[in-house]
């Protein structure tokens, strides 16, 4: 005849760890799909560090600014409607100084497109000039065309 005390207690240990493995199971599972969630985390850490090595070695690194660009180099529509009128100039006469044509600098007033960053900078350095700088600019302008 078996013990009783040996059957209660081999039942209450069955129970018992029936009881903790249903209480667990929960969160073994999200354990699990956070160590996959880690796993991948760290594989696109280390693709996007060899990327990042990759663009340091093809792309020089230039800290140095260039100087034609300009500290102050935000540029409206309006801004450039009015230093237009300022330095009196035609709209073709400030597409001869930035580079491109007239009708682009319509379009620049017009907020139709915007400025590239070339001409960007070729605007901010109209900015401090005078109509008597401009003129003998343009004027070089034109007798080299």
Known sequence: MP??????????????????????SPMMSKITALKTELVASKKLIIEL??????????KPNTTTTSP???VN????????????????????EVGLL????????????AAEAYPRAAQVAAIASLRPMGKKAIRAQLNALQSNA
């Open 3 to 24: 013990n009783i005390a040996s059957l209660l207690k081999a039942e209450i240990e069955r129970v018992t760890k029936k009881q903790i493995k249903a209480a667990t």
């Open 68 to 70: 034609t660009k300009s």
């Open 98 to 109: 930035c580079g491109c044509t007239g009708a682009s600098v319509y379009k620049w007033e």
């Open 49 to 58: 560090q060899q990327s990042l090595k990759q663009l340091a070695k093809s």
């Open 73 to 92: 180099s935000r540029i409206t529509a309006q801004g450039i409607k009015s230093l237009r009128k300022r330095l009196g100039l035609t709209a073709a």
